[in-house]
């Protein structure tokens, strides 16, 4: 299996039971397609660099999982069906790439 890494944007006006229940599925399909969630996490509501589908603003997810090659292509056309998603991104990640946010901070830093 390989690491990859979403980046989901979904609109700005759900409600807390439906952006849960979206989550939720986005879930379902990766482990449906044999894939694994390493690391969830929610940024929230953010502004868009520029105007989609008339939103200004989007939730944003970002999901690192382990998944085999051919289960991606079933992930993408379920997020291009999903109505809450307006946005999103995949991409492959090579292995050690990943780092934790507390991980980043610790880093050494140049002076």
């Known amino acids: 299996m390989k690491d990859y890494e979403s980046m989901v944007v979904l609109k700005p006006d759900l409600e807390e039971e439906q952006f849960e229940e979206s ?38 997810i970002l999901l690192h999982f382990q998944c085999e090659p051919k289960g991606i292509a079933p992930i993408e056309r379920h ?3 999903a109505d809450p998603i307006i946005r999103f991104v ?14 980043a901070d610790s880093s050494p830093k140049e002076e």
């Not at 991409?91 to 946010?101: D, E, Y």
């Open 23 to 60: 989550l939720s599925k986005l879930e379902n399909v990766i482990k449906k397609q044999g894939g694994e969630i390493t690391n969830l996490e929610k940024w929230g509501l953010r502004d868009l660099a520029y105007e989609i589908q008339k939103y200004k603003q989007g939730n944003y």
């Open 79 to 81: 997020y291009k069906l």
């Open 90 to 103: 995949t991409l492959n990640i090579r292995p050690g790439q990943i780092k934790k946010a507390d991980e």
